[in-house]
């Protein structure tokens, strides 16, 4: 279990983290999902004590971070930011974190053999691609057998079989009760892993769904083609009915359905070519939620997710 | 590799220590080249300015009449010795800082000053062991040499010699010391190391060229490598503090420093 409460985090001027309360729970896997920009990385910095809150605070499994006995076993972390000294290997990496909580050699061949590295365990990490790099990481979030594991963007360098990798992992890690918590700013990633979504956008709170509820949230158009757009608009129009022309002879139409529509052009006697459901997909309820939190927006006014 | 795997509890379930930090530096010590090559190049430096300065010393106009401290030569490495084990100290945590080890370490250790003192630690024991037994041998091998050249010699049961030997191994580990304090303060190698080089080895120098005439003599005998000199010398140059001052004074050098590294630890964002 996580808890952040009333998080407020400034830097100077800036505010990274403004105000920001949710709960991740234990049992399902929990996405945290924003622009960058957004405020998730000094968020998991604060949760683990690398940063102080400007106010407000966050619990892990019902403390502190800091005032755990043992802190790895609460909660193993992946941080963005690379973590760990390019002359070293990554079994000395281990064993020197795993030291400082009794951890030995024996746990962490076991955890290197899980994220996949026991043939490079004693090359130098400098030497190591962005994917084993980012499977070290995961070695050290996982090297406590934590309660709880947060990792900040784990996909970021890996190849398609890392990613299926890592998406059967943090099932699992939930499967077994754990809370997992994890970042991105890909929806497609999140809606391919998550649970529950929990969406922030410049240091605020932009939702706390599950993914289920986002999706049915989203609103469903019809995508009509036909000659005469004009007549068609004169029949539908009406309370809570929204129509786009895209040009072209087609328009979009919210608030009605199919059935409706195709009844409606049939009695006025227009020809329809195209009728189709539009189901927006969870990457534009996504940037709709998101469209007025981006930080940095590009020069074209669609905004790359 | 199946992810099932990591279920298995680990056998028990071991809390955070300050043991486990301290075994945790070592392993972190021991397992970049540069420690082991920062050790080495210290011993060197002993063992070649301290031979060099053995069998040079009787060759000049003054011969046998020059030699009035036979320690003092064989341990003249000294000067320079400090400067890399210093180096030492400063990369344990500064190396931290331009990787980003330092977010591992700090996550791990979340109050944070067991690192700093973990740190201390491996350093101190790693440092005063090796350069005690450093300093011996320079001292027994350059005694050697001086007397097979017929120049006087000391013997580690001479008065002061003793604790010459001790207090040349606790100046190098000593300013290995302020090398971490100021690795921590600065979070940077080039500044840190920059900081002590003009600490230990410039102000001296520039402090005699620049000072008033008047109070140059009071100000430069409280520097670090003055204070340590005061109780490394057989036979004490004048103008120095007394050997229980010098120790007092040094020791303020490495643990002034350290406090103000262990509150800004606390209180900084990593």
């Known amino acids: 279990m996580i808890e952040v409460e009333n998080l407020t985090k400034r830097y100077g001027p800036k505010t990274a983290v403004d105000g920001l309360s949710f709960t991740v729970r234990p049992g399902v896997v929990t996405g945290f999902l924003g622009p960058n920009g957004a405020g998730k990385s000094t968020t998991l910095r604060l949760l683990v004590g690398l940063d102080a809150p400007t106010s407000g605070g966050t619990k892990v499994n019902g403390k502190p971070y800091r005032r755990h006995r043992a802190p790895l076993r609460e909660i193993g972390v992946l941080l963005e930011a690379r973590a760990v000294h390019p002359g070293r290997s990554a079994r000395d990496h281990l064993l020197a974190v795993g030291a400082t909580h009794g951890i030995g050699a024996k746990r962490v061949d076991e955890v290197l053999d899980v994220v996949g590295l026991t043939e490079v365990a004693r090359r130098r990490v400098g030497k190591f691609s962005l994917g084993m790099g980012q499977r070290l990481g995961i070695g050290v979030a996982l090297l406590g057998d934590p309660?709880?594991?947060?990792?900040?963007?784990?996909?970021?360098?890996?190849?398609?079989?890392?990613i299926k990798w890592i998406r059967h992992l943090l099932r699992d890690l939930a499967a077994e009760g754990r809370t997992v918590f994890v970042s991105s700013h890909l929806m497609s990633e999140m809606a391919l892993t998550a649970d529950h979504l929990v969406v922030v956008g410049r240091g605020k709170l932009v939702a706390d769904v599950p993914v289920a509820d986002l999706i049915a949230s989203t609103r469903r158009g019809v995508r009509v083609r036909t000659p005469r757009t004009s007549d068609l608009v004169a029949v539908l129009q009406g309370d809570g009915v929204e129509i786009t022309s895209l040009g072209g002879g087609v328009v979009d139409v919210i608030g009605l359905s199919t059935e409706d529509i195709g009844t409606r052009a049939l009695v006025a006697g227009i020809p329809l070519f195209e009728l189709t459901p539009q189901r927006a997909s969870l990457e534009e309820a996504y940037t709709e939620l998101t469209r007025d939190a981006v930080e940095y927006r590009g020069t074209s006014e669609r905004v790359a997710a | 590799m199946s992810a099932?795997?990591?279920?298995?509890?680990?056998?028990?379930?071991?809390?955070?220590?300050?043991?486990?930090?301290?075994?945790?530096?070592?392993?972190?010590?021991?397992?970049?080249?540069?420690?082991?090559?920062?050790?080495?190049?210290?011993?060197?430096?002993?063992?070649?300015?301290?031979?060099?300065?053995?069998?040079?010393?009787?060759?000049?106009?003054?011969?046998?009449?020059?030699?009035?401290?036979?320690?003092?030569?064989?341990?003249?490495?000294?000067?320079?010795?400090?400067?890399?084990?210093?180096?030492?100290?400063?990369?344990?945590?500064?190396?931290?800082?331009?990787?980003?080890?330092?977010?591992?370490?700090?996550?791990?250790?979340?109050?944070?000053?067991?690192?700093?003192?973990?740190?201390?630690?491996?350093?101190?024991?790693?440092?005063?062991?090796?350069?005690?037994?450093?300093?011996?041998?320079?001292?027994?091998?350059?005694?050697?040499?001086?007397?097979?050249?017929?120049?006087?010699?000391?013997?580690?049961?001479?008065?002061?010699?003793?604790?010459?030997?001790?207090?040349?191994?606790?100046?190098?580990?000593?300013?290995?010391?302020?090398?971490?304090?100021?690795?921590?303060?600065?979070?940077?190698?080039?500044?840190?190391?920059?900081?002590?080089?003009?600490?230990?080895?410039?102000?001296?120098?520039?402090?005699?060229?620049?000072?008033?005439?008047?109070?140059?003599?009071?100000?430069?005998?409280?520097?670090?490598?003055?204070?340590?000199?005061?109780?490394?010398?057989?036979?004490?140059?004048?103008?120095?503090?007394?050997?229980?001052?010098?120790?007092?004074?040094?020791?303020?050098?490495?643990?002034?420093?350290?406090?103000?590294?262990?509150?800004?630890?606390?209180?900084?964002?990593?």
């Open chain 1, 147 to 162: 309660r709880a594991v947060v990792l900040d963007e784990p996909v970021n360098g890996l190849d398609p079989d890392g």
């Open chain 2, 4 to 270: 099932t795997t990591i279920d298995r509890p680990v056998a028990e379930k071991t809390p955070l220590t300050f043991g486990g930090v301290v075994r945790g530096e070592w392993v972190k010590l021991r397992s970049v080249r540069s420690s082991g090559l920062t050790v080495l190049g210290a011993a060197l430096m002993m063992l070649v300015t301290g031979l060099v300065f053995a069998s040079t010393v009787g060759s000049d106009s003054d011969g046998a009449d020059g030699v009035t401290d036979p320690t003092g030569i064989t341990l003249s490495g000294v000067m320079f010795a400090q400067l890399v084990t210093g180096v030492l100290g400063v990369l344990v945590v500064s190396n931290e800082y331009a990787t980003g080890m330092i977010r591992s370490t700090l996550t791990a250790v979340p109050s944070r000053l067991p690192v700093l003192l973990g740190k201390v630690a491996v350093v101190v024991g790693t440092l005063f062991p090796t350069m005690l037994a450093v300093s011996f041998t320079v001292f027994l091998a350059g005694q050697a040499v001086m007397g097979g050249a017929k120049l006087p010699t000391a013997a580690v049961g001479d008065p002061g010699v003793l604790a010459a030997l001790v207090g040349s191994a606790a100046t190098m580990t000593g300013v290995a010391v302020i090398g971490v304090a100021l690795g921590a303060l600065l979070r940077s190698t080039a500044g840190a190391i920059s900081t002590l080089v003009v600490l230990v080895f410039l102000l001296p120098g520039l402090g005699g060229l620049l000072l008033p005439a008047s109070w140059r003599d009071d100000a430069l005998k409280y520097l670090p490598s003055s204070a340590s000199e005061a109780f490394t010398s057989v036979v004490p140059a004048p103008g120095l503090l007394g050997p229980s001052a010098g120790a007092a004074v040094f020791a303020a050098w490495v643990v002034v420093p350290l406090l103000l590294a262990a509150v800004l630890l606390r209180r900084r964002d990593a």
